[in-house]
């Protein structure tokens, strides 16, 4: 049995071990991305591009955020599939198979993948639903037809995962922000009850209460 827990005594679901380096204060100079915040209001921007003129708030030019004073945990990509798209390790598998060696039948991918073919069957399902894969007829030479699967262009996918992960983000952001006005509203008021009380009891379910 191997210990899914991290340095910080955390439960980690894919037995993922962080060492210290990978949560201390990361140099955001060094990323593939970059953040910008205005100076004057509280927007905040994430670009994947490299932007030599950096970008602009209310005309102005946004400045660069470099450092994070927050202990951040770098992420695992089955762990932000999982997260952002509902994409576990098996539905990742059949997906990159069927990119790598497409177009392929069900059963086709549960022999390379052994996985039993109903298994490999929702997993298609779920993400030629998610436009990531596409799903056409190929006639059998001794009659009939078999459904096979395939990828879209890889530039479309990149687009649209990316598109889709950004929308994720921004619902997460949205609950971020909803927790510190949450903090804020808290403070201004005069309750009985405890923060921890008020803010759980604001996110039941993990979501805004109305």
Same mark, same amino acid.
């Given at each position: 049995?191997?210990?899914?827990?991290?340095?910080? =005594?955390?439960?980690?679901?894919?037995?993922?071990?962080?060492?210290?380096?990978?949560?201390?204060?990361?140099?955001?100079?060094?990323?593939?991305?970059?953040?910008?915040?205005?100076?004057?209001?509280?927007?905040?921007?994430?670009?994947?591009?490299?932007?030599?003129?950096?970008?602009?708030?209310?005309?102005?030019?946004?400045?660069?955020?470099?450092?994070?004073?927050?202990?951040?945990?770098?992420?695992?990509?089955?762990?932000?599939?999982?997260?952002?798209? =509902?994409?576990?390790?098996?539905?990742?598998?059949?997906?990159?198979?069927?990119?790598?060696?497409?177009?392929?039948?069900p059963e086709e991918l549960a022999e390379r993948l052994d996985y039993d073919v109903s298994?490999?069957?929702?997993?298609?399902?779920?993400?030629?639903?998610?436009?990531?894969?596409?799903?056409?007829?190929?006639?059998?030479?001794?009659?009939?037809?078999?459904?096979?699967?395939?990828?879209?262009?890889?530039?479309?996918?990149?687009?649209?995962?990316l598109v889709g992960f950004y929308a994720w983000a921004g619902e997460a952001a949205s609950?971020?922000?909803?927790?510190?006005?949450?903090?804020?509203?808290?403070?201004?008021?005069?309750?009985?009850? =405890?923060?921890?009380?008020?803010?759980?009891?604001?996110?039941?379910? =993990?979501?805004?209460?109305?």
């Open positions: 049995m191997t210990d899914d827990t991290n340095s910080a =005594g955390e439960s980690d679901p894919f037995g993922a071990a962080w060492s210290e380096d990978e949560r201390s204060e990361i140099d955001l100079r060094d990323r593939k991305y970059s953040i910008y915040r205005c100076t004057d209001c509280n927007n905040v921007v994430l670009t994947m591009q490299d932007l030599d003129g950096g970008m602009t708030c209310h005309d102005e030019p946004m400045e660069r955020v470099t450092e994070t004073k927050l202990d951040i945990r770098p992420p695992d990509v089955r762990q932000v599939l999982l997260d952002a798209f =509902g994409l576990p390790k098996p539905g990742l598998d059949v997906c990159l198979c069927v990119i790598g060696e497409g177009p392929l039948s298994t490999v069957r929702t997993y298609l399902n779920d993400l030629v639903e998610f436009g990531l894969l596409e799903k056409s007829q190929l006639n059998r030479e001794s009659g009939g037809y078999v459904n096979v699967y395939h990828s879209i262009a890889l530039d479309e996918m990149r687009e649209e995962t609950l971020i922000e909803e927790a510190n006005l949450t903090k804020e509203d808290y403070r201004d008021a005069e309750s009985e009850q =405890g923060l921890n009380e008020v803010f759980w009891e604001r996110f039941r379910d =993990g979501r805004p209460t109305n």
